[in-house]
């Protein structure tokens, strides 16, 4: 009898997976190029070469989210009856690695299959995910390959579940969420995402620590705040946030970006990664209200006030230009005189950012401040010119360009760095 899966089922291409077998098997000849066209397909969207058979393998095994590589994933090897389970399919990938795929070459006549051996991608470069993953996943099919036992290849998969994680969430660090062809709130990875440190972002020394410190007790599993960073625009506030996400990707922080037209689903989206073994960090950028929009009411009640707790694995960070988020005008002192409780109406305007506990402000660098970061970026770019004119060109551009700000300067950087291409070196 045909042995079958036990725990890795249902996975993305299991159609391909389960043609391969077949043909090894000797049957499915009348599928042969679909197959084949089917493994080169996949290698050039994910950006394979090498054996892809063996980093087909590999990523099925890092991708598929079942209830032993979801135990696995950051905390590493459990007990339990799940790891024979387990061992039933190792032993099924195990025999899958050890094919020789110029076997069925000899066996079907063909010379096409021996190609995937050692195959080479047009480009190298992966619609998936980015470089890091990709060599991440022919790393495992290695050593996977290299693997004698089934006892081997279980410790193998452990120990990648509890190095990178497993699924979208271990593959990738940055998320949205899109609304699927059911009208369900789907969280789906983002694939390019922008390398920044803190030590990009010149000054704010204090707001910096102050973001570093709550993140870092988060991800050490102890108590820490929702947090919001307000102030001038240009500041470094969203440069703060991915740079948090890059700095502590590697202990398990992962992100979501999600809009204020999508609160409604804030709570699906709770729901889906709860149970999860990441910290999650829910990111609302430019968060603002207007007097007529009610999505704040949806934030309110998922940060602090709804029946059901907030997860110990889930925070919101939030970055605005606002202080209390909810727009405020002069008149609304004139209509809240025709009020019977005027200072409801304040409290309910108020009480939004009142839920953050920690509040960090980014305000605009005075000028000497301004040229500091100028000074700075410049001789990180190693643009040669002569100081007194770089800050004399940098006044001026900020003068055009809506004022000191650290955005600004960097486009004022990124300004001289286009103007003439580096010369080479002879």
């Known amino acids: 009898m045909k042995r079958e899966m036990i725990v890795y089922r249902n996975f993305e291409h299991q159609d391909l997976f389960d043609g391969m077998r077949r043909l090894m098997a000797g049957d499915g000849q009348e599928e042969l190029f679909s197959l084949l066209n089917g493994l080169v397909e996949m290698a050039n969207t994910h950006g394979f070469e090498g054996n892809v058979w063996h980093n087909f393998l590999a990523y099925v095994l890092a991708n598929h989210e079942n209830a032993f590589s979801t135990t696995c994933e950051i905390r590493g090897k459990v007990d339990g009856d799940i790891n024979t389970l387990a061992l039933h399919d190792f032993r099924i990938f195990q025999e899958l690695f050890a094919y020789d795929l110029e076997e069925l070459d000899r066996e079907l006549g063909t010379d096409v299959f021996s190609v995937l051996k050692h195959y080479r991608s047009a480009t190298g470069a992966s619609k998936v995910f980015n470089t ?18 089934p006892e081997e290849f279980l410790d193998c998969v452990v120990q990648f579940y509890k190095e990178f994680g497993v699924g979208k969430f271990g593959l990738h660090k940055a998320f949205k969420v899109e609304r699927s062809l059911d009208g369900q709130a789907q969280i789906v990875p983002i694939t ?50 991915k740079a948090i996400l890059n700095g502590y990707y590697d202990r398990g922080l992962r992100m979501i970006e999600i809009y204020k037209h999508q609160f409604q689903d804030l709570t699906s989206v709770i729901h889906q990664i709860k149970n999860r073994n990441y910290k999650f960090i829910i990111y609302m950028d430019d968060l603002s209200f207007e007097d007529f929009e009610i999505e704040y009411k949806y934030l309110k009640a998922v940060i602090e006030g709804g029946l059901e707790r907030r997860p110990e694995n889930v925070l919101i960070y939030a970055t605005s230009n606002r202080r209390h988020l909810i727009r405020e005008k002069f008149t609304d002192k004139r209509e809240a005189d025709d009020e019977l409780h005027s200072s409801d109406t304040v409290q309910e305007k108020l009480s939004l950012a009142y839920r ?71």
């Not at 991440?136 to 290299?146: C, D, M, N, P």
């Not at 000074?375 to 643009?383: H, M, P």
């Not at 002569?386 to 006044?395: I, P, R, S, T, W």
């Open 356 to 426: 953050f506990g920690v509040t960090i402000y980014y305000g605009k660098p005075e000028k000497k401040e301004f040229q500091h970061i100028v000074k700075t970026l410049a001789e990180r770019n190693e643009i040669d010119m002569d100081e007194e004119k770089l800050l004399q060109e940098a006044n001026a551009w900020e003068l055009r360009h809506g004022g000191m700000s650290g955005r600004t300067a960097t486009q004022f950087i990124t300004h001289l760095l286009g103007k003439e291409p580096k010369q080479k070196e002879e």
């Open 132 to 149: 890091r993953i990709r060599d991440r996943i022919e790393e495992l099919s290695l050593h996977l390959a290299a693997t004698r036992t």
């Open 192 to 241: 390019k995402t922008e390398h920044v440190s803190l030590s990009d972002l010149v000054g704010y020394e204090l707001q910096k620590q102050k973001l570093v410190e709550n993140t870092e007790a988060f991800v050490a599993g102890r108590k820490a705040n929702n947090c919001l960073l307000y102030g001038d625009a240009g500041t470094g506030k969203s440069s703060s946030i």
